[in-house]
């Protein structure tokens, strides 16, 4: 089993500032890996995919990058609405596996 | 709009049986995915395009022999058979979908069933 592992698991940010968020695989997914956005009491949301890509239908300011065991999520400017849970997910192997997740807060 | 509206969710003995149904149209690629209160996400089953019978279905160890995934294409309905149900089987469980043929994330997300095991 691929374990995803995500820092840190809590970010403190003030808005308009710029976010980055880890996720590290325990062996290569290539860059079969997909970040979602979880708002309390909210199902999960797709952002990227293939490490990169984003989903449709999300802002400009989220980007993906990184490939086989590295991968950075970053919100280049903090807008009140982005303040959730952030998780990624690779599908590169069965069984599918998530990271913990990182909780980005209002600094 | 596309929607996918889980039901089925409710309070269940410990070894007892729950049918979990999401009504969905358009996806190939369909999964549960459940989330335990306060905890993260955990893949619980996926289904390709043709079905139990023709198509592929994949579980984790943790409820593989308990869990049985299915769907009616006709019915456009997703389901999920859980049995021999445990304590640590409660949380919220999505119904996901993924348009696609390939790849294995998932585009689009229902608001989730919640399910307790519980005497």
């Known amino acids: 089993e691929i374990v995803m592992t995500q820092s840190p698991a809590t970010l403190s940010v003030s808005p308009g500032e710029r976010a980055t968020l880890s996720c590290r695989a325990s062996?290569?997914?290539?860059?079969?890996l997909a970040w979602y956005q979880q708002k309390s009491g909210q199902a999960p949301r797709l952002l990227i995919y293939?490490?990169?890509t984003r989903a449709t239908g999300i802002p400009a300011r989220f980007s993906g990058s990184g490939s086989e065991t590295e991968f950075t999520l970053t919100v280049s400017s903090l807008q009140s609405e982005d303040f959730a849970v952030y998780y990624c997910?690779?599908?590169?192997?069965?069984?599918?596996?998530f990271g913990g997740g990182t909780k980005v807060e209002i600094k | 709009e596309v929607q996918l509206l889980e039901s089925g969710g409710g309070l269940v003995q410990p070894g007892g049986s729950l049918r979990l149904s999401c009504a969905a149209s358009?996806?190939?690629?369909m999964s549960w995915v459940r989330q335990a209160p306060g905890k993260g996400l955990e893949w619980v089953s996926s289904?390709?395009?043709?079905?139990?019978?023709?198509?592929?279905?994949y579980y984790p160890d943790s409820v593989k022999g308990r869990f049985t995934i299915s769907r009616d294409n006709s019915k456009s309905t997703l389901y999920l058979q859980m049995n021999s149900l445990r304590a640590e089987d409660t949380a919220v469980y999505y119904c996901?979908?993924?348009?696609?043929?390939?790849?294995?994330?998932?585009?689009?997300w229902g608001r989730g069933t919640l399910v307790t095991v519980s005497s």
């Open positions: 996901a979908g993924r348009t696609g043929a390939r790849y294995w994330y998932f585009d689009l």
């Open positions: 358009g996806f190939t690629l």
């Open positions: 289904i390709s395009a043709g079905g139990g019978s023709g198509g592929g279905t």
């Open positions: 062996q290569s997914v290539s860059s079969n």
């Open positions: 293939g490490a990169s």
């Open positions: 997910q690779q599908y590169n192997n069965w069984p599918l596996t």
